[in-house]
């Protein structure tokens, strides 16, 4: 297969959650030290990754009909209680602002959870007419979730920093229809490009965001076989446009309320993105997203380093367009190396006298460790052929190892034991609570989503007949 070295990955999957903290330390990702729990500090060089993953999303968007646009941090108590489901699913979460200085305010403030009653409120003024929808916006924002549940760098944040949230408008509950496959359509290819590897499957009714009438979500499967929600696109149907009263005039001239969904992801796809590529030695980034694609390091002779200073310079120019950094610290280059791999830089580009002499490079694959000696004239060529087949490598590695975690269950002492060796079960189910209940208490973790449409078989409880394919894992 794609040759990756196995053996540099002990550490990195039998202690997962150590290696993760440790990691987002060591290549200066994040500061972790900030003295209120549940929020984080993002290094510069963790800003960038952060910046080029935005990056990838905001196009994707862009290219689809969505507009980018801002809305307040603080909600009004009276707009963010407005919907009944809404506001019970969240109000064990929310962080209120109650003074303005020693002022009491007169109506309490919320940070947002999210946003939905921070915007809709406005869509309602925005639109009249059918010919205003459909209506795509989006923002990327910071929310607050006072979490209760243990929290972890960019798993789950009290301050969420890089909430990316869409909300839609529609006229016909069709065209919403349409517009939730077009969004899992977007995710798929914004995790593709991430070398992400997913489960989408659709939330249990007692599980869906508060307020919608359905969810999809997109899981992935962490070293430790833990699942992880990394996004999520909801069918919001008219729940809120009828609380807020978003309506418009049909080509009959008639009033209807509109049809909504909203879909959003979080850091947890940076935390994704840096857990599911690294080794025993660090991270190793998708060239795409890195910061740095290529690291050039000089190997200095006495009397020749300005010779090879300035071919290290040449080779900088020569590759415009591809990220590179000239490593010119006074360190042995061993110990560059090692910096550079454990911030996951995807190639290493080494030059010497004797590769001046010889009309040659050395570069050095993240991933794989493999060097080879390629001829000066075929530099670019080859440095871009190798970032492609470094991204390849990542991804389908990822994909391979999620899809060996994922394993197939026809009872409940199946999934319990497949729980127990740190893998995600997947088995037949009906789609009941009760069902999902004696899962829960026999394996101690309950279904967290369902795959409709696929071969016929029998719920693993009950025996009925269904073609529900149930997911059960730990999560995050
Ligand atoms: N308005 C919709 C989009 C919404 O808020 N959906 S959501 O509640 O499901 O959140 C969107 C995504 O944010 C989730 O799928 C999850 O990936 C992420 N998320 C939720 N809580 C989080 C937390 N405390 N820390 C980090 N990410 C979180
Ligand atoms: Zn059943």
Redesign the pocket.
């Known amino acids: 297969m794609c040759g990756l070295v196995d053996e540099m990955r002990t550490r990195w999957r039998e202690r997962f959650s150590e290696w993760y903290a440790e990691h987002l330390d060591r290549a200066e990702i994040l500061d972790v030290r900030y003295p209120v729990k ?1 929020t984080y500090v993002w290094r510069p060089y963790g800003f960038r990754i952060r910046a080029r993953v935005l990056g990838v999303i905001r196009r994707l968007l862009d290219e689809t009909g969505h507009e980018e646009a801002l809305f307040p941090l603080l909600i009004p108590e009276h707009e963010f209680a407005k919907e009944a489901k809404h506001i019970a699913g969240f109000e064990d979460e929310v962080y209120w602002v109650t003074h303005g200085g020693l002022t009491e305010l007169k109506v309490k403030l919320a940070l947002r ?4 009653t921070a915007m809709y409120p406005i869509f309602a003024l925005w639109i009249r007419s059918h010919a205003d929808l459909p209506l795509r916006v989006y923002q990327v924002v910071n ?1 607050f ?1 006072y ?1 209760t549940k243990h ?1 972890r760098p ?5 301050e ?1 920093t890089t ?1 990316k ?3 839609t408008v529609h006229s016909t509950s069709q065209d919403a229809e349409r517009q939730v496959q077009v969004a899992i359509e977007c995710y798929r290819r914004f995790f593709d490009t991430l070398g992400v590897p997913y489960i989408i499957s659709k939330r249990p009714e007692w599980d869906k ?1 508060p307020g919608a009438e359905y ?1 999809v ?2 899981d992935t499967i962490f070293p430790d076989g833990r699942l ?7 069918n919001l149907g008219q729940n809120f446009s009828r609380t807020f009263e978003i309506t418009f005039e049909n080509p009959q001239g008639e009033q209807e309320y509109a049809y909504q969904t ?8 940076i ?1 994704a993105l840096l857990a599911l590529h690294g080794d025993d030695a660090g991270l190793c980034l998708m060239p795409e997203v890195a910061p740095i694609q290529a690291v050039i390091v000089p190997i200095w002779f006495k009397e020749r380093k300005e010779e090879v200073d300035r071919e290290a310079e040449a080779i900088a120019k020569e590759l415009s367009g591809v990220r590179v950094h000239i490593d010119t610290r006074d360190l042995r280059p061993g110990a560059k190396y090692y910096d550079w791999e454990l911030r996951g830089v995807p190639l290493r580009i080494e030059i010497g006298p004797r590769d001046i002499e010889q009309g040659k490079v050395t570069l050095v694959r993240r991933d794989t460790g493999e060097r080879v000696s390629v001829p000066r004239s075929a530099l670019r060529r080859e440095v871009e052929r190798l970032l492609g087949a470094i991204g390849d490598a990542l991804r389908e590695r990822a994909w391979k190892e999620m899809r060996a975690r994922l394993r197939r269950a026809t009872s409940a002492d199946e999934i319990k034991g497949i729980l127990e060796e740190r893998c995600v079960a997947e088995a037949f189910w009906c789609g009941s609570r009760e069902c999902d209940d004696t899962i829960e208490a026999q394996a101690g973790a309950g279904f967290a989503g369902m795959i409709e449409g696929g071969d016929e078989g029998r719920c693993v409880v009950c025996g009925r007949g269904t073609t529900k394919l149930g997911i059960v894992g730990r999560s995050y």
């Open positions: 549940g959870p999210t946003s939905e929310t979730r979490e929290t960019l798993i789950r944040m009290r969420i909430f949230e869409a909300h965001f969810t979500a997109f992880l929600q990394i996004a999520t696109v909801h909203c879909y959003g992801i979080s850091d947890r796809v935390a």
